[in-house]
């Protein structure tokens, strides 16, 4: 199959560092995406990753290996509002755009 | 500009009956796709349209359910004799191709079967 695993919930504190992991089938691989979701709200993008490296924007970061199946989304200076669900997708070959969704991760920032 | 819309938010039904969701997706975009997300779960892609292109219905979970796309814009999933399975957040995102493009989200219509 093409499962996408990741955890399922997270703690962190204010003001920490958080890294989300997120691994899936590497065969036919073309493109992962993370989307952040707040309870009750749609999906909003987050970041694209099709190379191998690390793609910052702002607080947030995104890091690909393709050869291991692997990406994580790092969230830097953690704010309360960054508390929500997050959601690791992959595109395939052969399966046009539509995306394969992990379960997400839900997040919780503590004070 | 305006995003994905949804109608309606929130649809409640009887288990046996039928319902219509509708998603207007982005102007311009030329992919729509439709999504499930059940409770605490993720999103389970159901179908994607391309253009003219057919529909990729590789995800309707039975012959329950369906889905048009009319003039290239407006689509419609339809689901008939609903069950309560059928419970659950159906969300609608389009995107401007098929490239690495990014997926914009409807807010989602909640559908709750009794």
């Known amino acids: 199959g093409q499962n996408i695993d990741q955890p399922t919930e997270m703690t962190a504190t204010e003001g920490a560092i958080v890294q989300i992991n997120c691994t899936y089938q590497t065969s036919g691989f073309n493109g992962l995406f993370w989307y952040q979701q707040h309870a009750g709200e749609a999906p909003t993008f987050l970041s694209y990753?099709?190379?191998?490296g690390l793609e910052e924007k702002g607080r947030f970061s995104s890091f690909l290996s393709r050869s291991k199946g692997y990406s994580y989304l790092l969230l830097k200076e953690l704010q309360m509002k960054d508390s929500a669900s997050y959601l690791c997708?992959?595109?395939?070959?052969?399966?046009?755009?539509?995306?394969?969704f992990g379960q997400g991760t839900e997040l919780s920032v503590k004070p | 500009g305006a995003g994905v819309s949804q109608s309606p938010s929130n649809k409640v039904t009887e288990k046996g009956k039928d319902v219509e969701l509708r998603c207007d997706p982005i102007s311009g975009h030329t992919a729509l796709y439709w999504y499930r997300q059940s409770l605490g779960q993720g999103l389970e892609f159901l179908i994607y349209f391309q253009g003219n292109s057919a529909p990729d219905k590789s995800g309707l979970p039975s012959d329950r359910f369906s889905a048009e796309r009319t003039g290239g814009s407006v689509s419609t999933l339809t689901i008939q004799r609903t069950q309560q399975e059928d419970s659950a957040v159906y969300l609608c995102a389009s995107s401007s191709g098929q490239g690495d493009y990014e997926q914009y989200f409807g807010p989602g219509t909640r559908l709750t079967v009794t």
């Open positions: 990753n099709v190379l191998d």
């Open positions: 997708a992959v595109r395939f070959y052969n399966q046009g755009g539509k995306l394969i």
